[in-house]
């Protein structure tokens, strides 16, 4: 399936087109992006609606939080990439996606891919490799230097809800590398551009 895709950041514009993408459900149950963004207490305590203002107002403020895909004019994708400062608990000590080094995590160049969603017509398409890559786009044009990622080796079925976080397979493919292996199926990775 050959599917035209264009790629835009975020912003408070296009706000509506975030909306839609993400439906009545807010993405994956009620989460609107948020889950690290917030620390897991703050999160689980939130209203959706609540979930759903606060991505807006990260939208509304800037500098965007990730970038939108359309096919033929509509919303069809969203990757969250951004400076790690951006998504705190991507940083937290306790996770496996911490930064290789303390300083990384306020780094404005250091950026991190950490989450995609598609809509569920065009998942178990190959689609994410193409996502991806416009990331990795989008990051190189607001001059990162290095992109990490900690995606997950197997999931049973490529429309798996775990595949938000993205497959090791498609990080291979794009030639992000091994760092740090904290825990086994949750690799570290990361592309110097």
């Given at each position: 399936m050959d599917i035209d895709l264009r790629f835009e950041p975020v912003t408070a514009e296009r706000w509506k087109d975030f909306e839609m993408l993400f439906g009545a459900q807010g993405a994956f149950c009620h989460c609107w992006c948020v889950a690290l963004r917030l620390p897991?207490?703050?999160?689980?305590?939130?209203q959706p609606q609540e979930r759903k203002e606060h991505i807006r107002g990260c939208i509304t403020a800037g500098p965007p939080p990730g970038i939108l895909a359309y096919s033929e004019g509509e919303p069809v994708a969203w990757v969250q990439v951004g400076p790690r400062h951006d998504v705190p608990q991507f940083n937290s000590p306790r996770t496996v996606s911490r930064p290789l080094e303390e300083a990384e995590a306020a780094?404005?160049?250091v950026w991190a891919v950490s989450c995609f969603f598609l809509t569920s017509k065009l998942r178990g398409k190959g689609l994410s490799h193409r996502l991806l890559s416009g990331a990795v786009e989008y990051a190189r044009l607001m001059g990162a230097r290095f992109v990490d990622a900690c995606p997950i080796d197997h999931v049973k079925q490529s429309k798996s809800v775990t595949l938000c976080i993205g497959s090791t397979a498609i990080f291979d493919a794009a030639g992000f590398g091994v760092v740090e292996r904290r825990k086994d199926g949750r690799p570290l990775m990361r592309l110097e551009l």
């Open positions: 897991h207490a703050v999160r689980t305590k939130m780094d404005p160049s």
